[in-house]
């Protein structure tokens, strides 16, 4: 990753709440029309306010910071999962290096969050590769399971293990989280690069992993309470061309259901692009299109699509490469044997770098490494507009993780890492590998049904009672 300098042109708008106070405030009108789709405006710009040169703070007007925990200081954090029930009111935050395991907080009065749980690998002190990557959560008979995946280098204690799983229906009562298995990663050492928890169509809750061997797995989750683990490995998804060793493989995996075609599909960022399968057989994927030789992407790192499936946002990884936004329609009708050329482009600063991001049409939130938590306006894919935003880092420009054997180095990964959205009532979760866990609302955005944007009812958060079938309203069910 390249140096840039320090950042002048920042997208940051003026505050006027709690530690924000003193910063300029926008119309609420003009924002809540913007947030929600109504109108083009973008947020205006201006330079950051800051108590220390070259150190972002304080946020746009329609985010409002609930709570904040500190969980251990540089690249303890990596991802976080929320909860989708209201009755279970929980947020899982994998955490890395000597912290390895993660922390379970309790986010029923967001304005008060507190830590209740905290599991560490006991070799966590030894702790080669990052230790705990992302966590995902799924129900299954009535209970309910976190799944850890983690990364741990050759020759560490667990390098093998790519996933454990725990079983967390007992919450808020703690004494009883158990942990009930193991995935090992069929790669042998390396453990997962990113997993993603799924209900499929024909009822299977499944577990999509990003493996060192040019393909991803996917693993039946009851299979895997059942054990052996080894056995519950129903399907590979190859990189098309990819050489099947640690040399190439996905970063970044997810699945969704498409309403229009009843198919289930896999999303995969990785060597050479980006890359969709039907997955509705898992032991028989089928390449329905890529996105290969586009200009300025080696490898995909993030793959995101919209809820009809006809639109995708794409990360790399890459410092001063923005989120690109690709029209995956000529792919999937066979008009095009691959895609090439995205329509739309967004950045939070051109200096630095995006990590995740989670879309609930038509607005997508972005875990923005140095700028924190953005949230942007995807209703013209063509012309993406910053809708709002909090700076979490706390850190000077270019001061991110160099690897394991320096840690503090010079690049821009750093700060926002994961992020998440409760659908039921819009509270957002974001993991910042320098701070910690953050909760914030957008104003204007009480919740998420792709009813209401007219679009399907399909986002990274499943319906693990009914499955997708019925949260797209295709057997006449409404959730």
């Known amino acids: ?3 840039g300098s320090d ?4 997208l940051m708008m003026a505050s006027g709440r709690g530690p924000r106070r003193g910063l300029v405030r926008r119309g609420a009108a003009a924002l809540l029309a913007t947030a929600l789709g109504l109108g083009p405006a973008a947020a205006q710009q ?3 306010g800051s108590i220390l040169p070259g150190v972002k703070i304080g946020g746009s007007a329609n985010v409002r910071l609930l709570s904040h925990i500190q969980l251990g200081g540089f690249f303890k954090v990596s991802d976080v999962a929320i909860e989708q029930e209201p009755s279970r009111p929980y947020v899982y935050v994998a955490q890395a290096l000597d912290r390895a395991g993660f922390t379970i907080v309790d986010v029923k009065d967001p304005d008060h969050a507190r830590v209740l749980y905290r599991w560490r690998f006991p070799e966590a002190g030894q702790v080669a590769e990052l230790g705990a990557t992302r966590p995902q959560y799924f129900k299954d008979r009535g209970r309910y399971y976190l799944i850890l995946g983690v990364r741990f280098a050759a020759g560490s204690p667990n390098a093998k293990v790519g996933a454990v799983v725990f079983d967390v229906t007992s919450l808020p009562d703690t004494t009883r989280i158990r942990e009930v298995a193991r995935i090992e990663s069929p790669a042998g050492a390396g453990g997962f690069r990113g997993i993603f928890a799924y209900k499929h169509s024909d009822e299977q809750a499944l577990l999509f992993a990003a493996v060192d061997s040019g ?6 989750l009851d299979s895997v309470l059942a054990g052996p ?5 129903v399907g590979r998804i190859p990189i ?6 640690a040399g190439a493989g996905y970063h970044d995996v997810y699945a969704a259901f498409d309403p229009a075609s009843h198919q289930d599909r896999f999303y995969g960022a990785g060597t050479g692009g980006y890359y969709v399968y039907d997955v509705t057989r898992p032991a028989q994927p089928t390449l329905l299109t890529s996105i290969v030789g586009s200009a300025g992407v080696a490898d995909g790192s993030t793959f995101t699509p919209t809820p009809d499936g006809q639109f995708a946002i794409a990360g790399t990884d890459v410092q001063y490469s923005p989120l690109r ?4 329609r000529d792919g999937l009708s066979g008009q095009v044997q691959t895609i090439q050329r995205p329509v739309g482009a967004w950045t939070a600063d051109w200096h630095d770098l995006a990590h995740e991001q989670v879309i609930r049409w038509p607005l997508a939130f972005v875990s923005s490494y140095e700028d924190g938590l953005q949230v942007f306006n995807l209703a013209d894919p063509r012309n ?6 909090y700076y979490t880092c706390g850190c000077p420009h270019e001061a991110g993780f160099a690897g394991l054997t320096a840690i503090h180095g010079t690049t821009v990964v750093n700060g926002a890492f994961g992020v998440d959205v409760r659908n039921a009532d819009g509270l957002i979760a974001l993991s910042d590998a320098n701070t910690g866990l953050w909760l914030f609302r957008l104003d204007g955005f009480a919740g998420w049904n792709g009813d209401d944007v007219g679009m399907p009812n399909v986002s990274s958060a499943q319906d693990w009672d009914r499955g997708p079938l019925a949260a797209t309203g295709t057997v006449n069910l409404i959730p």
């Open 215 to 220: 393909r991803a797995a996917i693993y039946d």
């Open 229 to 233: 683990t080894h056995t519950a490995l």
């Open 384 to 389: 993406p507009q910053t809708v709002g935003w």
């Open 7 to 10: 950042d002048r042109g920042a």
């Open 46 to 48: 201006g330079p950051p």
């Open 1 to 3: 990753r390249g140096r």
């Open 240 to 245: 098309p061309g990819a050489r099947q060793d």
């Open 325 to 328: 936004v690709f029209d995956l």
